[in-house]
């Protein structure tokens, strides 16, 4: 399959390591994956802050770049962006973009692979983020894609549906009721004992991440992409 | 009148303490019990979907099926009333009161007399409202406002109810135990019920073909209310009619498992009219607009209508849970109220409403009429941003910024390169509760041209 990643904005800046092993991923399971590299932004922060005007071009000028036959299928290490693309677009230029999906469908769902190989001797905690849970309905087939990774002590999260607080332009612009919600999200991390909260989506693990590094908490947050990447 | 914005009240309620428990522990309590009874049910997505669809229907033929309901009041012995806006609907009900030859009225709980601050335009006339539900009258008892839909006390716990019906009800002697606190409510309240000729109720549901009247509760307050007085008047917004008497089987089946986590609320009263020798004489019917027919204007938006006041929305959203109800300014707090308020009042007055959401969904996956709040909060973020100057400057010079930033990949790559800055940004909304990542020595682009 020749596969195009569409790495987002924040994957590429901010958290390289989830494209370079959602990369890896695909790469090992036999596919082409090639990198747009046109592309940008979705315009998600745009839209979801109220400014559909700007939005609304970087939605078409994704579409022009990811809308190519010559691609089996899109996949994205973030649930949100795939969400915007999916729900959002129509409403705002009137039309989605065919075969973009979030990493752990296109595994599981399209390419049929539930063991990608991998090895990583942890204890791991997974936190489903709300886009990938409510928006795009993933399921547990991140879950599943965890269960055979060799060697993982896969650890469930109390109060696992409830969100971390992120909500993009929320962590700012309402950062109070964020932290209470971050502080909630951190103590059930930290109940479960895992030395790894993994999830789907970098600006959560950005989040939950920062929380946990401020109190010098000690567990690491890591891109499901990466864990299922590891070869140990 | 502009509300004071959410994210400057939000603060200090995260702040109390007692409050967030007593939230944590109704919200979590209730959570459950709704999971539970929905489960039960085996067709629940369909009974949504057929909710949704019988409130649309009727939000979009509204004219038709009030006129309809008129017809059916007036032929069953009622009388309708027409209000424009919270002014007319209370003017109405102390006119109403004053003929009946009362300066008293007793209340069923109703979001729509909060709405409209019923209680304090009848105070102004002379007229003094009692409330009957339990804890809307904590509410009044205590010159508080209420925090959640249906359990407007929310933020209360009892040994402080048991200190306010010491003092207000006097009952120097009263324990904090439950029966003791609602036993004293109850000899409170009786003395009302016998001797106020007045009930004021709002409406879960009027049906147009019947002229039928549904109110639904649990405490039998609302009973006593809408039968024992020799007159009764109704205030409804104009959402709340059903086309047809047989719409109230699935819309009986979704409050009560969305809102209380019931099979079956413990007193629904219907009412049509009136029936001579039986109940209340005269029954007027306001039919309340104030602001509904604007919000039925905006085709995203109006979906918010459909709203039958279960409360589910609170009860699973992260947001409210912790910064409680009176950080919304607004009669109905919540997810729904961030959707209702801003399109019911002025969009200006309310505009940092649409904000005070993570987008995270439970909203949605819980609503009984499929109302998508997510959509309608980005959708009114969206008109904040075009219709109001709300949005601050600097954001404004961001936002384009960025778009421009986005627009080309050359000032993009460009614009990665000052990754660093991270630490010299003015990021102090992020930096006061979490650590900034460390910036990664390649970007991802950067690697892939170099492997």
């Known amino acids: 399959m020749r596969v195009a990643l569409f790495i987002t904005c924040l994957n590429d800046t901010l958290a390289p390591e989830a494209g370079r092993a959602t990369v890896a991923i695909l790469e090992r399971l036999g596919h082409e994956v090639v990198f747009p590299q046109e592309q940008t932004c979705c315009g998600q922060m745009h839209a979801n802050s109220g400014y559909r005007q700007e939005a609304a071009p970087l939605a078409k000028r994704f579409a022009r770049i990811f809308d190519d036959s010559s691609f089996d299928a899109v996949v994205s290490p973030s649930a949100s962006c795939v969400g915007m693309v999916r729900e959002q677009y129509p409403r705002l230029i009137g039309r989605t973009v065919p075969r973009v999906y979030e990493l752990t469908e296109l595994l599981v769902d399209v390419l049929g692979v539930e063991d990608v190989g991998a090895t990583f001797p942890h204890r791991v905690t997974y936190h489903p983020t709300c886009h990938g849970l409510r928006g795009l309905h993933l399921g547990d087939r991140p879950l599943r894609l965890l269960r055979n990774v060799r060697d993982l002590d896969l650890v469930e999260l109390p109060e696992a549906t409830t969100c971390c607080g992120f909500g993009g332009t929320f962590a700012v612009k309402n950062a109070d009721t964020s932290a209470a919600m971050l502080s909630d999200k951190v103590r059930c991390v930290l109940d479960t004992g895992a030395d790894v909260c993994a999830a789907g989506d970098s600006s959560c693990l950005l989040h939950i991440g920062g929380g946990l590094r401020r109190q010098r908490a000690g567990v690491r947050t890591m891109h499901l992409a990466e864990i299922l990447a590891s070869t140990g | 009148m502009t509300a004071t914005k959410f994210q400057v009240l939000a603060p200090a309620e995260l702040a109390k303490a007692q409050q967030r428990r007593n939230l944590r522990t109704a919200t979590t309590t209730i959570r459950a019990k709704r999971a539970a009874v929905v489960a039960e049910v085996e067709d629940w997505e369909a009974?949504?979907?057929?909710?949704?669809?019988?409130?649309?229907?009727?939000?979009?033929?509204?004219?038709?099926?009030?006129?309809?309901?008129?017809?059916?009041?007036?032929?069953?012995?009622?009388?309708?009333?027409?209000?424009?806006?919270?002014?007319?609907?209370?003017?109405?009900?102390?006119?109403?009161?004053?003929?009946?030859?009362?300066?008293?009225?007793?209340?069923?709980?109703?979001?729509?007399?909060?709405?409209?601050?019923?209680?304090?335009?009848?105070?102004?006339?002379?007229?003094?409202?009692?409330?009957?539900?339990?804890?809307?009258?904590?509410?009044?008892?205590?010159?508080?406002?209420?925090?959640?839909?249906?359990?407007?006390?929310?933020?209360?716990?009892?040994?402080?109810?048991?200190?306010?019906?010491?003092?207000?009800?006097?009952?120097?002697?009263?324990?904090?135990?439950?029966?003791?606190?609602?036993?004293?409510?109850?000899?409170?309240?009786?003395?009302?019920?016998?001797?106020?000729?007045?009930?004021?109720?709002?409406?879960?549901?009027?049906?147009?073909?019947?002229?039928?009247?549904?109110?639904?509760?649990?405490?039998?307050?609302?009973?006593?209310?809408?039968?024992l007085p020799h007159t009764l008047i109704t205030v409804m917004g104009i959402e709340k009619v059903?086309?047809?008497?047989?719409?109230?089987?699935?819309?009986?089946?979704?409050?009560?498992?969305?809102?209380?986590?019931?099979?079956?609320n413990p007193y629904t009263s219907l009412w049509t009219g009136v029936t001579p020798g039986d109940g209340p004489q005269a029954f007027h019917l306001i039919l309340l607009d104030n602001g509904r027919t604007a919000t039925l204007a905006d085709p995203v938006g109006?979906?918010?209508?459909?709203?039958?006041?279960?409360?589910?929305?609170?009860?699973?959203?992260?947001?409210?849970?912790?910064?409680?109800?009176?950080?919304?300014?607004?009669?109905?707090?919540?997810?729904?109220?961030?959707?209702?308020?801003?399109?019911?009042?002025?969009?200006?007055?309310?505009?940092?409403?649409?904000?005070?959401?993570?987008?995270?969904?439970?909203?949605?996956?819980?609503?009984?009429?499929?109302?998508?709040?997510?959509?309608?909060?980005?959708?009114?973020?969206?008109?904040?941003?075009?219709?109001?100057?709300?949005?601050?400057?600097?954001?404004?010079?961001?936002?384009?910024?960025?778009a421009a930033v986005f627009a080309s990949r050359r000032r993009y790559e460009a614009a990665q390169a000052a990754r660093r800055l991270t630490r010299l940004a003015p990021l102090r909304p992020w930096t006061r509760f979490r650590e900034l990542p460390d910036p990664p020595r390649q970007t991802f682009r950067e690697w892939w041209a170099d492997r």
């Open chain 2, 47 to 227: 009974l949504r979907e057929q909710g949704a669809r019988i409130k649309d229907e009727a939000l979009a033929n509204l004219d038709v099926h009030l006129e309809r309901l008129e017809a059916s009041v007036t032929a069953a012995g009622g009388t309708v009333h027409w209000a424009r806006d919270a002014a007319q609907a209370n003017a109405i009900v102390a006119r109403l009161t004053r003929e009946a030859g009362s300066d008293e009225v007793i209340k069923v709980k109703s979001m729509a007399t909060d709405e409209i601050g019923l209680n304090e335009a009848l105070a102004a006339q002379g007229i003094t409202a009692h409330e009957t539900d339990l804890a809307e009258l904590i509410v009044q008892l205590a010159g508080d406002r209420p925090s959640h839909i249906l359990v407007p006390a929310i933020h209360r716990n009892r040994v402080e109810i048991r200190d306010l019906f010491r003092e207000k009800l006097g009952e120097p002697d009263l324990s904090s135990e439950p029966a003791e606190l609602t036993a004293a409510a109850r000899r409170h309240l009786r003395r009302r019920f016998l001797s106020v000729g007045v009930g004021v109720s709002g409406a879960n549901f009027a049906c147009a073909d019947t002229g039928t009247v549904a109110v639904v509760e649990s405490e039998g307050n609302g009973r006593m209310c809408t039968t």
């Open chain 2, 302 to 402: 109006r979906d918010a209508l459909r709203c039958i006041r279960c409360s589910a929305c609170l009860n699973v959203c992260p947001v409210y849970e912790r910064a409680g109800g009176h950080a919304y300014t607004s009669t109905y707090p919540g997810p729904i109220g961030a959707i209702l308020a801003p399109q019911l009042a002025e969009l200006e007055d309310h505009t940092s409403l649409p904000w005070a959401s993570s987008l995270c969904g439970a909203c949605y996956e819980v609503c009984p009429v499929k109302i998508d709040i997510p959509t309608i909060l980005v959708h009114l973020r969206g008109r904040v941003v075009d219709e109001t100057g709300d949005a601050p400057r600097v954001e404004r010079l961001a936002m384009r910024a960025a």
């Open chain 2, 242 to 264: 059903l086309p047809r008497f047989a719409d109230l089987g699935a819309m009986l089946r979704l409050l009560p498992r969305s809102s209380t986590g019931e099979r079956m």
